[in-house]
Protein backbone atom coordinates (compact mmCIF):
# COMPACT_ATOMS: atom_id res chain seq x y z
CA UNK A 1 0.00 0.00 0.00
CA UNK A 2 2.67 2.10 1.01
CA UNK A 3 4.40 1.40 -2.23
CA UNK A 4 1.63 2.76 -4.34
CA UNK A 5 0.95 6.13 -2.80
CA UNK A 6 4.49 7.23 -2.89
CA UNK A 7 3.70 5.21 -6.78
CA UNK A 8 1.11 8.18 -6.81
CA UNK A 9 2.67 11.11 -5.18
CA UNK A 10 5.52 10.90 -7.49
CA UNK A 11 3.69 10.56 -10.72
CA UNK A 12 1.82 13.50 -9.36
CA UNK A 13 4.38 15.96 -8.63
CA UNK A 14 6.18 14.88 -12.27
CA UNK A 15 3.17 15.38 -14.12
CA UNK A 16 2.58 18.97 -11.67
CA UNK A 17 6.05 19.64 -12.63
CA UNK A 18 5.61 19.03 -16.62
CA UNK A 19 2.72 21.44 -16.87
CA UNK A 20 4.67 23.92 -15.08
CA UNK A 21 7.25 23.86 -17.58
CA UNK A 22 5.01 23.87 -20.15
CA UNK A 23 3.08 27.23 -19.21
CA UNK A 24 6.79 28.62 -18.15
CA UNK A 25 7.76 27.93 -21.59
CA UNK A 26 6.77 31.28 -24.60
CA UNK A 27 5.02 31.25 -27.04
CA UNK A 28 6.98 30.74 -30.00
CA UNK A 29 6.18 32.08 -33.56
CA UNK A 30 5.05 30.30 -35.86
CA UNK A 31 8.01 28.57 -38.69
CA UNK A 32 7.99 29.75 -41.75
CA UNK A 33 4.47 31.15 -42.56
CA UNK A 34 6.26 32.01 -46.01
CA UNK A 35 9.43 30.86 -47.24
CA UNK A 36 10.73 34.35 -48.17
CA UNK A 37 10.15 38.03 -47.70
CA UNK A 38 9.33 38.34 -51.22
CA UNK A 39 6.01 36.27 -52.97
CA UNK A 40 6.36 36.81 -57.07
CA UNK A 41 6.07 40.86 -57.01
CA UNK A 42 4.34 41.11 -53.23
CA UNK A 43 6.02 41.41 -49.56
CA UNK A 44 5.35 39.00 -46.83
CA UNK A 45 5.65 39.57 -43.49
CA UNK A 46 8.77 37.51 -43.31
CA UNK A 47 12.14 39.16 -42.64
CA UNK A 48 15.20 36.64 -42.12
CA UNK A 49 17.64 36.55 -39.22
CA UNK A 50 19.12 39.62 -37.68
CA UNK A 51 22.53 40.35 -39.67
CA UNK A 52 21.52 38.18 -43.02
CA UNK A 53 21.75 39.56 -46.60
CA UNK A 54 19.21 38.72 -48.51
CA UNK A 55 20.43 38.91 -52.83
CA UNK A 56 17.11 39.48 -55.32
CA UNK A 57 16.56 38.97 -59.04
CA UNK A 58 12.90 39.33 -60.43
CA UNK A 59 12.66 38.85 -63.61
CA UNK A 60 9.64 39.52 -66.81
CA UNK A 61 9.39 38.45 -70.09
CA UNK A 62 7.37 40.18 -72.49
CA UNK A 63 3.96 39.72 -73.03
CA UNK A 64 2.81 36.31 -74.42
CA UNK A 65 -0.14 38.03 -76.82
CA UNK A 66 2.60 37.75 -80.11
CA UNK A 67 2.44 33.83 -79.79
CA UNK A 68 5.17 31.87 -80.94
CA UNK A 69 6.29 34.73 -83.23
CA UNK A 70 8.81 35.83 -80.26
CA UNK A 71 8.57 32.81 -78.34
CA UNK A 72 5.43 33.59 -76.15
CA UNK A 73 7.80 36.64 -75.03
CA UNK A 74 11.25 35.17 -74.34
CA UNK A 75 11.97 37.54 -77.20
CA UNK A 76 10.13 40.56 -75.98
CA UNK A 77 10.71 43.42 -74.47
CA UNK A 78 11.46 42.05 -70.43
CA UNK A 79 11.84 43.78 -67.21
CA UNK A 80 14.36 43.56 -64.20
CA UNK A 81 15.45 44.45 -61.25
CA UNK A 82 18.15 43.36 -58.94
CA UNK A 83 18.31 44.18 -55.37
CA UNK A 84 19.91 43.40 -51.93
CA UNK A 85 18.31 43.39 -48.87
CA UNK A 86 20.08 43.50 -45.40
CA UNK A 87 18.27 43.04 -41.57
CA UNK A 88 20.57 44.76 -39.06
CA UNK A 89 18.59 43.96 -35.93
CA UNK A 90 15.53 41.79 -35.52
CA UNK A 91 12.52 41.69 -37.57
CA UNK A 92 14.10 45.31 -39.31
CA UNK A 93 14.87 45.30 -42.75
CA UNK A 94 16.44 47.22 -44.93
CA UNK A 95 16.59 47.23 -48.88
CA UNK A 96 17.85 48.75 -52.14
CA UNK A 97 17.92 47.72 -55.74
CA UNK A 98 17.86 48.82 -59.67
CA UNK A 99 14.83 48.36 -62.17
CA UNK A 100 15.08 48.22 -66.13
CA UNK A 101 12.06 50.01 -66.64
CA UNK A 102 12.49 53.51 -66.73
CA UNK A 103 15.84 52.68 -64.91
CA UNK A 104 14.11 53.29 -61.22
CA UNK A 105 16.51 53.16 -58.05
CA UNK A 106 14.60 51.73 -55.40
CA UNK A 107 14.98 52.37 -51.46
CA UNK A 108 12.82 50.58 -48.98
CA UNK A 109 12.35 49.39 -45.24
CA UNK A 110 10.12 46.39 -43.68
CA UNK A 111 9.40 45.90 -40.24
CA UNK A 112 7.26 43.24 -38.55
CA UNK A 113 5.92 44.47 -35.91
CA UNK A 114 3.79 41.05 -34.43
CA UNK A 115 4.64 37.41 -35.46
CA UNK A 116 1.76 35.33 -35.12
CA UNK A 117 2.62 32.16 -32.71
CA UNK A 118 1.97 28.73 -31.69
CA UNK A 119 -0.79 28.55 -29.46
CA UNK A 120 -2.28 31.70 -30.95
CA UNK A 121 -1.54 33.96 -28.62
CA UNK A 122 -0.95 36.64 -31.43
CA UNK A 123 -3.25 35.58 -33.88
CA UNK A 124 -1.74 36.74 -37.12
CA UNK A 125 1.71 38.50 -38.05
CA UNK A 126 1.78 42.25 -38.83
CA UNK A 127 4.51 44.20 -41.24
CA UNK A 128 4.67 47.43 -42.68
CA UNK A 129 6.75 48.39 -45.78
CA UNK A 130 7.33 51.55 -47.13
CA UNK A 131 9.58 52.56 -50.42
CA UNK A 132 10.97 55.44 -52.58
CA UNK A 133 11.72 54.68 -56.23
CA UNK A 134 13.79 57.33 -58.11
CA UNK A 135 12.87 57.70 -62.12
CA UNK A 136 16.65 57.74 -63.44
CA UNK A 137 15.76 58.29 -66.74
CA UNK A 138 17.17 61.35 -68.86
CA UNK A 139 14.72 64.33 -68.74
CA UNK A 140 14.22 64.26 -72.53
CA UNK A 141 13.22 60.48 -72.06
CA UNK A 142 9.90 61.93 -70.11
CA UNK A 143 6.24 61.77 -71.51
CA UNK A 144 6.21 65.37 -70.03
CA UNK A 145 3.60 67.16 -67.84
CA UNK A 146 0.60 67.97 -69.34
CA UNK A 147 -2.89 69.60 -69.22
CA UNK A 148 -6.19 69.70 -70.61
CA UNK A 149 -7.78 72.10 -72.47
CA UNK A 150 -11.23 71.67 -74.57
CA UNK A 151 -11.47 67.94 -73.71
CA UNK A 152 -7.88 67.89 -75.32
CA UNK A 153 -4.72 66.78 -73.67
CA UNK A 154 -1.93 69.19 -74.75
CA UNK A 155 1.39 67.65 -73.32
CA UNK A 156 4.10 70.92 -72.45
CA UNK A 157 7.32 69.93 -70.65
CA UNK A 158 8.14 71.97 -67.30
CA UNK A 159 10.70 75.02 -67.30
CA UNK A 160 12.40 73.29 -64.94
CA UNK A 161 12.73 69.57 -64.05
CA UNK A 162 14.13 68.85 -60.30
CA UNK A 163 15.06 65.65 -58.24
CA UNK A 164 12.00 65.55 -56.29
CA UNK A 165 10.23 65.62 -59.61
CA UNK A 166 11.63 61.79 -60.09
CA UNK A 167 10.14 60.50 -56.48
CA UNK A 168 7.70 58.26 -56.06
CA UNK A 169 6.43 56.56 -52.66
CA UNK A 170 5.13 53.43 -51.62
CA UNK A 171 3.71 52.20 -47.96
CA UNK A 172 1.86 49.26 -46.69
CA UNK A 173 0.10 47.39 -43.91
CA UNK A 174 0.60 43.77 -44.56
CA UNK A 175 -1.57 41.34 -42.42
CA UNK A 176 -0.88 37.57 -42.18
CA UNK A 177 -1.52 34.43 -40.92
CA UNK A 178 -0.04 30.59 -41.39
CA UNK A 179 -3.81 28.64 -41.18
CA UNK A 180 -2.25 25.63 -41.16
CA UNK A 181 1.10 23.89 -42.15
CA UNK A 182 0.29 23.82 -45.54
CA UNK A 183 -1.67 27.05 -45.86
CA UNK A 184 -0.78 30.80 -45.00
CA UNK A 185 -2.75 33.86 -46.28
CA UNK A 186 -2.17 37.56 -45.95
CA UNK A 187 -4.23 40.81 -46.61
CA UNK A 188 -3.13 44.31 -47.14
CA UNK A 189 -3.55 47.76 -47.77
CA UNK A 190 -1.41 50.61 -49.04
CA UNK A 191 -1.12 54.06 -50.36
CA UNK A 192 0.79 55.13 -53.25
CA UNK A 193 1.92 58.26 -54.21
CA UNK A 194 3.97 59.99 -57.38
CA UNK A 195 5.33 63.63 -57.61
CA UNK A 196 4.75 63.90 -61.00
CA UNK A 197 2.25 62.20 -63.35
CA UNK A 198 0.81 63.25 -66.62
CA UNK A 199 -2.85 64.96 -66.96
CA UNK A 200 -4.74 61.97 -66.82
CA UNK A 201 -3.14 60.24 -63.59
CA UNK A 202 -3.67 60.75 -60.23
CA UNK A 203 -0.93 61.45 -58.02
CA UNK A 204 -1.98 59.25 -55.16
CA UNK A 205 -4.13 55.70 -54.94
CA UNK A 206 -4.84 53.46 -52.35
CA UNK A 207 -4.78 49.86 -53.30
CA UNK A 208 -5.93 46.31 -51.37
CA UNK A 209 -3.58 43.19 -52.04
CA UNK A 210 -4.09 39.66 -51.23
CA UNK A 211 -1.64 36.68 -51.35
CA UNK A 212 -1.32 33.16 -50.47
CA UNK A 213 0.65 29.97 -50.39
CA UNK A 214 -0.52 26.35 -50.52
CA UNK A 215 2.27 23.27 -50.31
CA UNK A 216 1.96 20.42 -52.19
CA UNK A 217 5.19 19.12 -50.98
CA UNK A 218 7.92 19.42 -48.18
CA UNK A 219 9.50 22.16 -50.90
CA UNK A 220 7.25 23.11 -53.33
CA UNK A 221 4.21 25.52 -53.31
CA UNK A 222 1.34 27.07 -55.44
CA UNK A 223 1.22 30.48 -54.93
CA UNK A 224 -0.69 33.59 -55.74
CA UNK A 225 -1.01 36.99 -55.56
CA UNK A 226 -3.56 40.02 -56.05
CA UNK A 227 -3.24 43.63 -56.32
CA UNK A 228 -6.65 45.89 -56.88
CA UNK A 229 -6.12 49.71 -57.31
CA UNK A 230 -9.27 51.38 -55.85
CA UNK A 231 -11.31 54.36 -57.65
CA UNK A 232 -11.38 56.62 -54.48
CA UNK A 233 -13.36 59.94 -55.71
CA UNK A 234 -12.46 61.72 -52.52
CA UNK A 235 -8.39 61.57 -53.62
CA UNK A 236 -8.76 61.75 -57.64
CA UNK A 237 -8.29 64.22 -59.91
CA UNK A 238 -10.18 63.27 -62.17
CA UNK A 239 -13.25 63.17 -63.77
CA UNK A 240 -13.89 59.90 -65.43
CA UNK A 241 -11.80 56.55 -64.99
CA UNK A 242 -10.82 56.20 -68.27
CA UNK A 243 -7.03 55.88 -67.49
CA UNK A 244 -7.32 54.52 -64.12
CA UNK A 245 -4.76 51.34 -63.49
CA UNK A 246 -5.87 47.82 -63.32
CA UNK A 247 -5.88 45.21 -60.50
CA UNK A 248 -3.09 42.25 -61.60
CA UNK A 249 -2.78 38.88 -61.24
CA UNK A 250 -0.45 36.27 -60.62
CA UNK A 251 0.03 32.28 -60.29
CA UNK A 252 3.17 30.36 -59.64
CA UNK A 253 4.90 27.81 -58.31
CA UNK A 254 7.57 28.32 -55.47
CA UNK A 255 10.51 25.91 -54.77
CA UNK A 256 12.97 26.56 -51.75
CA UNK A 257 15.68 25.14 -49.42
CA UNK A 258 17.07 26.99 -46.57
CA UNK A 259 18.71 29.34 -48.29
CA UNK A 260 17.06 29.56 -51.75
CA UNK A 261 13.66 30.50 -53.44
CA UNK A 262 12.86 29.95 -57.18
CA UNK A 263 9.38 31.23 -57.96
CA UNK A 264 7.89 31.07 -61.47
CA UNK A 265 4.57 32.71 -62.69
CA UNK A 266 2.19 33.62 -64.66
CA UNK A 267 0.72 37.45 -63.77
CA UNK A 268 -0.50 40.41 -65.85
CA UNK A 269 0.99 43.45 -65.05
CA UNK A 270 4.48 43.93 -66.71
CA UNK A 271 6.19 46.26 -63.67
CA UNK A 272 7.90 45.02 -60.94
CA UNK A 273 8.18 47.71 -58.26
CA UNK A 274 4.81 48.01 -55.78
CA UNK A 275 4.24 51.88 -56.69
CA UNK A 276 4.59 51.01 -60.83
CA UNK A 277 1.91 47.94 -59.94
CA UNK A 278 -0.77 50.27 -58.40
CA UNK A 279 -0.37 53.37 -60.75
CA UNK A 280 0.69 52.27 -64.04
CA UNK A 281 -0.46 48.36 -64.76
CA UNK A 282 -3.30 48.56 -67.74
CA UNK A 283 -3.06 44.99 -68.46
CA UNK A 284 -6.55 44.04 -67.91
CA UNK A 285 -6.86 40.50 -66.03
CA UNK A 286 -9.62 38.96 -68.97
CA UNK A 287 -6.97 40.18 -71.52
CA UNK A 288 -3.74 38.15 -73.43
CA UNK A 289 -1.26 40.18 -72.48
CA UNK A 290 0.23 38.27 -69.27
CA UNK A 291 3.91 37.36 -68.89
CA UNK A 292 6.15 34.68 -67.62
CA UNK A 293 8.50 35.31 -64.95
CA UNK A 294 10.71 34.48 -61.95
CA UNK A 295 11.82 35.31 -58.80
CA UNK A 296 15.18 33.80 -57.35
CA UNK A 297 16.08 35.12 -53.51
CA UNK A 298 19.52 33.80 -52.05
CA UNK A 299 20.39 34.35 -48.65
CA UNK A 300 23.91 34.67 -46.61
CA UNK A 301 24.37 34.69 -43.04
CA UNK A 302 26.92 36.67 -41.16
Same mark, same amino acid.
Given at each position: ??????????????????????????????? /???? $?????????????????????????????? /???????????? $? !???????????? !????????????????????????????????????????????????????????????????????????? /?DRLSYYSQLIVGR??????????????????????? /??????????????????????????????????????????????????????????????????????????????? !??? !????????????????????
Amino acid at each position: MKKYILTLLISGLTVSSLFAQEEKEPDAPVS /NPFE $SGILIDAQTTVIPDAKTLEFVIQHKFGSVE /NGSSDLFGIYGS $S !NIRVALNYVPVK !NFQLGAGITKRKMMTDLNAKWTIFKQTERSTVPVSVALYGAIGIDGRSFDQFDGLGFKVESKAVTTMPESFEF /NDRLSYYSQLIVGRKVCNAFSLQVGASFTHYNTVDWD /NDHDIIGLHANARLKFSPQGSLIVTYDHPLKVKDISEQYTWDHWAEPSLAVGVEFFTFTHAFQMFVGTADGILPMELMM !NNH !NPIKGKSFAIGFTITRLWMF
